[in-house]
């Protein structure tokens, strides 16, 4: 399984929301959060098109959120909702209580990206 690092997304500074990233190419199965990251936890929007996105709710009503912290990669591979992700935004925070970042954050995304055939 090869794994491909992406560049981003960039959460700006005195924002909670990034940019968008294209992660259609394969699976999420980490992020990398840097040292500069406002400390929150993390949610997120999902797109199709890459152009309209939407909050991320699991099939229970719940906003999908994950506990991050500053300079840590968090694997997330056991997770079912990355399975359905083409086009991803990070947001600091929650829909309800986002939290703007004090500088620019740079992320990165891992994603296992399938074996070409032989």
Known sequence: MPITILDGPTIP????????????AGEIVRITIPQEYT????????????ELYNDLYDSDGNEVTIVTKPDTGIVIRDRAWVR????????????QHPVAQKVNCKCAIAIDTPEAAP
Do not use: E
Not at 41 to 48: A, C, E
Not at 84 to 95: A, D, L, Q, V
């Open 84 to 95: 359905s992700i083409k086009f991803i935004k990070f947001r600091s925070g929650t829909r």
């Open 39 to 50: 400390p929150a936890n993390m949610t997120f929007q999902v797109s199709s098109n890459g």
């Open 13 to 24: 500074a005195g924002q909670s929301l990034s940019d968008g990233i294209d992660c259609s």
